[in-house]
């Protein structure tokens, strides 16, 4: 069974710094692209990030160009997301969610960790 | 504002179909043969039930199909049931520079 376990998500003051992690079972990791996704309160599904088996390929959403970045390890089956500079939008729940190389849909997620920037 | 539309709300009585609809651009449903739909339980993480249009995951029961025209997908529940009450997203892959954008959101009542 594939888990996705997030984990690191808590209150932060605006302008303070985060590290979010995820942890990942179940499935071969090292050839999974992995992102994080969010949900504000009340609101819709965002992409916020992604990073490709091997961590050649990274993208952001435009929002948080500068301020996230992805990484991961595969030795420890975990993918990262430091965030800084952090602003009353970026309060959500963030999800980790898989996807295959060279496919285009999410296939796992995890319950998700949310963060509250007040 | 997110960049994919779906409507807010759609409700149906069990056994009924129902069609949720997500409408983009020529940039990203018209464009690729790359939406996917989600069903979310509230508290609960999405669960991924169709892919690349209309395929269905293994284990995603055969109620649920998806198709796509021109710069509109839609996602139908037929033979609907009291467990199908969730909220649902579309996504699809975009040239634009953010790689993924969701739809707003469905919730689908049962009543």
């Known amino acids: 069974e594939v888990q996705l376990v997030e984990s690191g998500g808590g209150l932060v003051k605006p302008g303070g710094s985060l590290r979010i992690s995820c942890s990942a079972s179940g499935l071969t990791f090292s050839r999974y692209t992995m992102n994080w996704v969010r949900q504000a309160p009340g609101k819709g599904l965002e992409w916020v990030a992604s990073?490709?088996?091997?961590?050649?390929?990274?993208y952001y959403t435009d929002p948080v160009k500068g301020r996230f970045t992805i990484s991961r390890d595969n030795a420890k089956n975990s993918a990262y997301l430091q965030m800084n500079s952090l602003r009353a939008e970026d309060t959500a729940m963030y999800y980790c969610a898989s996807r295959r190389d060279g496919y285009n849909y999410f296939d796992f997620w995890g319950q998700g960790t949310l963060v509250t920037v007040s | 504002q997110s960049a994919l539309t779906q409507p807010a709300s759609v409700s149906g009585s069990p056994g009924q179909s129902i069609t949720i609809s997500c409408t983009g651009t020529?940039?990203?449903?018209?464009?690729?043969?790359?939406v996917s739909w989600y069903q979310e339980y509230p508290g609960k993480a999405p669960k991924l039930m169709i892919y690349d249009v209309s395929n269905r995951p293994s284990g995603v029961s055969n109620r649920f199909s998806g198709s796509k025209s021109g710069n509109t997908a839609s996602l139908t529940i037929s033979g609907l049931q009291a467990e199908d009450e969730a909220d649902y997203y579309c996504?699809?892959?975009?040239?634009?520079?953010?790689?993924?954008?969701f739809g707003s959101g469905t919730k689908v009542t049962v009543l």
């Open positions: 990073i490709s088996s091997l961590s050649r390929y990274i």
């Open positions: 020529n940039s990203d449903v018209g464009g690729y043969n790359f």
């Open positions: 996504s699809s892959y975009t040239s634009s520079t953010t790689l993924y954008v």
